[in-house]
């Protein structure tokens, strides 16, 4: 996945979590912020950005944050992100062999999720989640509790029950990490789900990116602890 029209940055502040304010060129500006989540560790003043320009030269806010530099780590915190690399990543893998259809967004019962996969006669439903998170090389999610994602896997258990293979795939938005954990200090409930979505057959599986400045690529499995 590559991004157009990259600037760098420096960040200011975030005055709520959907914009922040930026400077760009001496210039302070107000950019969208791609991403709900807390980021508290990433978004510091000072810290170095990029930003995406935007087409739309009417937009309120001129720019989208789309990577932040940790140290000497990069992180994209785009939350659209993960579902499009997953979508390059999932059909070059062998994760899926023979794949027949993909579809995103793919709504079963009451439940709506991220990809509906058929291959080698079999069906899979499939949530995705990005991580950001990030602590002495170990990755967690979430970094914010969310009620939304237990439901999720909870729904996926049943799907399982009922004839699906499901899959939880974290998309780890950075390189380099030791492992990925779920995040229990933040959100008990979520690791709880995630440990009996395992014991019920749900596969939980990680990949680690590439990213630049202007780009983010699926690079490689990163052991899950539960």
Same mark, same amino acid.
């Given at each position: 996945?590559?991004? +157009?029209?990259?600037?760098?940055? #420096?960040? @200011?502040? !975030?005055?709520?979590?959907?914009?922040? %304010?930026? =400077?760009?060129?001496?210039?302070?500006?107000?950019?969208?912020?791609?991403?709900?989540?807390?980021?508290?560790?990433?978004?510091?003043?000072?810290?170095?950005?990029?930003?995406?320009?935007?087409?739309?030269?009417?937009?309120?806010?001129?720019?989208?944050?789309?990577?932040?530099?940790?140290?000497?780590?990069?992180?994209?915190?785009?939350?659209?992100?993960?579902?499009?690399?997953?979508?390059?990543?999932? +059909?070059?893998?062998?994760?899926? #062999?023979? @794949?027949? !259809?993909?579809?995103?967004?793919?709504? %079963?019962? =009451?439940?709506?999720?991220?990809?509906?996969?058929?291959?080698?006669?079999?069906?899979?439903?499939?949530?995705?989640?990005?991580?950001?998170?990030?602590?002495?090389?170990?990755?967690?999610?979430?970094?914010?509790?969310?009620?939304?994602?237990?439901?999720?896997?909870?729904?996926?258990?049943?799907?399982?029950?009922?004839?699906?293979?499901?899959?939880?795939?974290?998309?780890?938005?950075?390189?380099?990490?030791?492992?990925?954990?779920?995040?229990?200090?933040?959100?008990?409930?979520?690791?709880?789900?995630?440990?009996?979505?395992?014991?019920?057959?749900?596969?939980?599986?990680?990949?680690?990116?590439?990213?630049?400045?202007?780009?983010?690529?699926?690079?490689?499995?990163?052991?899950?602890?539960?």
């Amino acid at each position: 996945m590559v991004y +157009q029209n990259i600037a760098e940055a #420096k960040f @200011i502040s !975030r005055p709520n979590r959907f914009i922040a %304010y930026i =400077d760009i060129n001496g210039n302070k500006e107000i950019c969208h912020v791609k991403n709900t989540g807390r980021c508290k560790e990433l978004l510091v003043p000072d810290a170095k950005i990029f930003v995406q320009k935007a087409d739309n030269e009417a937009r309120k806010t001129k720019y989208d944050l789309i990577t932040v530099c940790k140290g000497d780590r990069l992180v994209n915190i785009d939350s659209q992100a993960p579902n499009k690399v997953f979508m390059e990543w999932v +059909q070059k893998s062998s994760l899926f #062999k023979n @794949i027949a !259809r993909i579809q995103p967004e793919y709504n %079963y019962k =009451d439940s709506r999720f991220d990809f509906y996969i058929e291959a080698d006669n079999k069906k899979a439903l499939i949530e995705v989640k990005g991580v950001t998170l990030e602590e002495n090389g170990v990755v967690m999610f979430p970094d914010a509790p969310t009620e939304r994602g237990v439901r999720h896997i909870n729904h996926l258990c049943k799907c399982v029950r009922e004839g699906y293979d499901a899959y939880v795939v974290f998309v780890i938005q950075m390189s380099n990490v030791k492992y990925f954990t779920p995040n229990v200090k933040t959100h008990k409930a979520f690791g709880d789900a995630l440990k009996t979505a395992a014991k019920s057959k749900v596969n939980i599986i990680a990949f680690d990116c590439d990213i630049t400045e202007n780009s983010i690529v699926a690079r490689d499995f990163v052991e899950v602890r539960l």
